[in-house]
T-cell receptor, first 114, second 108 residues
Framework: DTAVSQTPKYLVTQMGNDKSIKCEQN?????MYWYKQDSKKFLKIMFS???????INETVPNRFSPKSPDKAHLNLHINSLELGDSAVYFC?????????????FGSGTQLSVL | TQLLEQSPQFLSIQEGENLTVYCNSS?????LQWYRQEPGEGPVLLVT?????EVKKLKRLTFQFGDARKDSSLHITAAQPGDTGLYLC????????FGAGTRLTVKP
């Protein structure tokens, strides 16, 4: 019954590899997000999708490519992984894009690039 | 440069003590939220404040939004070990921007 679920929970991989993180929400929300939390716990928005349309694309390397097959799913694919990509990646959703909307977060994917 | 500055970064106190953590910005926000994050989990929303000067209470937690809607504070009365966690503030304009958090440890 998890509202926002992301897999895998842990991902350990070598530099240069390509990996994907999947996210699904069963709340019927229109908007989904990817956030990156670094070792200092700073949570930074990467992407935002509303009804499968990209609405926020922060200054993120184009090695990161989000894909939203439907409004309940937002997957994150990362090409040519680098050491600096190591972080915890959180998927989140909200009812809409309105200001002050409550964000529902997944439990995170801890990515370690060796 | 972070949009939202939270202070202190770390706070360790004994059970029963009171504490206040701060969230400051030079930007005006349409609303501000506080989240608590526990290890291995995503942040969970505690409160949203919308009006300048607004005060909201959630049991032993009191949240205040600054009059100019640029800052906020979270006061915890009689802290308990269960309050331990990372407290994040997030300001809303076109999207939600987070501060780096205050890591609170409450010792029994």
């Amino acid at each position: 019954d998890t509202a926002v679920s992301q897999t895998p929970k842990y991902l350990v991989t070598q530099m240069g590899n390509d990996k994907s993180i999947k996210c699904e929400q069963n709340l019927g929300h229109d908007t989904m997000y990817w956030y990156k939390q670094d070792s200092k716990k700073f949570l930074k928005i990467m992407f935002s999708y509303n009804n499968k349309e990209l609405i926020i694309n922060e200054t993120v390397p184009n090695r990161f490519s989000p894909k939203s097959p439907d409004k309940a799913h937002l997957n994150l694919h990362i090409n040519s992984l680098e050491l600096g990509d190591s972080a915890v990646y959180f998927c989140a959703s909200s009812q809409s894009t309105g200001n002050g909307e409550k964000l529902f977060f997944g439990s995170g994917t801890q990515l370690s690039v060796l | 440069t972070q949009l939202l500055e939270q202070s202190p970064q770390f706070l360790s106190i004994q059970e029963g003590e009171n504490l206040t953590v701060y969230c400051n910005s030079s930007s005006v926000f349409s609303s501000l939220q506080w989240y608590r994050q526990e290890p291995g989990e995503g942040p969970v929303l505690l409160v949203t404040v919308v009006t300048g000067g607004e005060v909201k209470k959630l049991k032993r937690l009191t949240f205040q939004f600054g009059d100019a809607r640029k800052d906020s504070s979270l006061h915890i009365t009689a802290a308990q070990p269960g309050d331990t966690g990372l407290y994040l503030c997030a300001g809303a304009n076109n999207d939600m921007r987070f501060g780096a958090g205050t890591r609170l440890t409450v010792k029994p």
